[in-house]
Structure formats: structure tokens, C-alpha cells
């Protein structure tokens, strides 16, 4: 944990789920910066009593700050993280906020009425950004003060020209930090086109039940324009089973390895997890477009297997990430393993696919006692483990 000091008082701030073990900070230089303008803008202080939104507020550092300021509004932040807004419940705890004092809601969620300051923190995918100010576009006004916030890394001239395309006219600041700022004045007028989102293709031959189907993507999930090499892999060598079981669709994404272990298996039961809205929303829409009537499956944003049941799912199939926002890291995957570990049932099994040079066959041998290659390229590795 560490302590982000600004001129709206010092806050306590950790990421989820905290790891003492952690570099990385749950604030950065353009968290300071967007604060630092809100209170010192030339001209005067924002005005911060109408309704205040903050989009993609990583770890609840923004909501943490302007939760402490007493808006006669409360705060309203919009997160795509299951885990960020987690982080956001823990950080009002541990800073003597009141749980209600912000109100958490998704990407998925319908936006306030009216907007009066709208503070976005630029994220990682062009195309969420996208959606999201297409979404929230008609909901801000002439008055309406927008300021977005990034790492110079993070902002590019096509992330000023999506601001000045969907909402109006758009500057950016001096970098300070390495962070800088963007300023944008809505014009209700302008006309900003149709939301692209969500998007749809066709999955191509040779991967299985899956083959030529239809996935649905909302804009920020992974690979969302094409079949990936990894999870192509993991589908083209997915075992053949039969009979009820419980399977899990771990970091499920658009769920089209979810679907194809429902559409193997009619008997299965199928829970698809994700820690992203929009994963979910995708994995929703897929299987709902291809299981036929009738099917059913759950869909649940968690950390991982955090608070699954144990003992009671016969196969995980996993494909891990191992970036969170900047930082590149085995963390997520390693939390993953000991949560299907945990999960699942004497003799159950995890599926995983992953870069080679990765070397998850290691880790699930240290945890498992067994790793078994199923199927290989020059790039990517499907490892199976199995709970003894």
C-alpha cells in the first residue's frame, strides 16, 4: 500500500487484490495531474456540485479523491474491471469513506441522465474508448466540462481525433511527469456517428463443434476482430467428453471456448468468468446466438475462481493474461492455477494455453504434481493438468 498525497488530502491507496509483493502503485502521474487541474485550472476550480462521472478509474484513486471532497452529487465511476471497482470499495474502506459515497457502475450499465463534468482516464483499447463516449455522448451538454488523462504513452493523435469525432472540439495540455492531460468541449450538435459496437465475425474452419460460427464482441475484449493463435490452438485440441459435468470458462472473453465445451457436450454445464463487463456481455451474446433454445449457462464477473465453490468443477479451460494495465506478470495466471486447483473435483482437469516462453508447465507441476503437453506450436503450448 501507498500513499497518494494531494491538495484534497493524503489517501491510502492499494490495488486488488493487494499484494505486498506488488511494484506497481494503484495511482500514477496522470491520476496527480487530473486532480491537480481540477482544483488549480486557470480560470478557477471545476465546479464539482452537479453530476460528476468518472470513467475508467483504475484502482479508485480518482473516486477515492473526489469521494473525500463532499459533492453535493456523489460521484458517479464507470468500470470495465470487476477487480478495479473491488480495489475502489477497498480503497473508500480503508480511507474512512462511506461505502455509498461513490456509485459504482459498469460499462454495461446505463449512464446518468445529464453530465456536468465528465473525467475520463484514457485506456489501454481504442475501441472501449470508443464505445464508451459514444455511449455517454448524449448524456453531456454544452457546459458539460470533459477532461481525459493518460500517460503520453497512452495518448496518440487518433485518441484526440476519437474525442473531437464523437463529442467536439479537443486540445491537449503540456506533459508533465510523463502524464498529460485532455480537454474537450462537447457540442451536442456535432454529429458523431453510430457506436461500432458491438462487432461480429465468423470463426474459421478447422477448430472444432465452433467452426464457421458466429462471435460477438464488445469493444475491449481481447482479440475482437479475429480468432487468436493461442485460443485457435486450445480449440482445435479440446478433449471429447460426455455426461454431466461442470465446466468453467476461466478468463472467457468472447466465450467461444466456453461454447464449444457447451456445444461438445450437451449435458455440461457451463460457467463462463471474467473480471471484465465487457468479456461477459461478448460471452452472453455468443453463447446465446449459437447454444440454440433452451441452453442455458451462468456468466460471472469474480477474481478468478475467488469464492467458487471447491471440489466442484470436473474441467477448467484457461487462457490467462499476463499484463495488468503496464505491469507484465505471472500473478494473474499463478491465482488462476491455485484457484482451479481449488476448484476442482478429485481427478478434475485444467486445460491452459499459453505462450511457450511462459513456462506455465512449471508452475502446474510444482502445483498439480503432473503437467502433460497436449498440443504445441512454435509459439504457443495447451498444458493439461489433472487434480489427484
Known sequence: MDRMTTARGEFDLARFPEDPRDPLRAWDAADE??????????GGPVDLSGSLVVLGDRWGALAAALAAHGNVHRPVQISDSFLGQQATRANLQRNGL?????RLRTTRDAPPDRIDVLLVRVPKSLALLEDQLHRLAPHVH???????????????????KLFERVLGPTRTSLAVKKARL???SPDPGL????DPWPRSYALPAGIGVVSGLTVVDHAGVFSAERLDAGTRLLLRSLPVRTGPEHVVDLGCGNGVVGLAAALSNGEAEVTFIDESYQALASAEATFLANAGAGATARFVAADGLAGFPPGTADLVLNN?????????????????FNGSRAALRRGGELWVVGNRHLGYHVKLRR??????????DPKFVVLRAVKR
Not at 98 to 102: E, L, R, S, T
Open 182 to 184: 485532455i480537454f474537450c
Open 33 to 42: 495531474y487530473l486532480l491537480r487541474h481540477l482544483d488549480e485550472r486557470e
Open 320 to 336: 490467462p493474461p499476463f499484463h495488468s494495465h503496464r505491469g507484465r506478470t505471472d500473478a494473474t495466471a499463478w491465482r488462476m
Open 98 to 102: 462511506d461505502a455509498d459515497a461513490v
Open 367 to 376: 502445483l498439480f504434481g503432473n503437467c502433460e503437453v497436449v498440443a504445441s
Open 142 to 160: 454544452e457546459g458539460t466540462v470533459v477532461v481525459g488523462a493518460g500517460m503520453v504513452t497512452e495518448i496518440h493523435t487518433s485518441t484526440l
Open 191 to 194: 454529429p458523431g456517428g453510430a
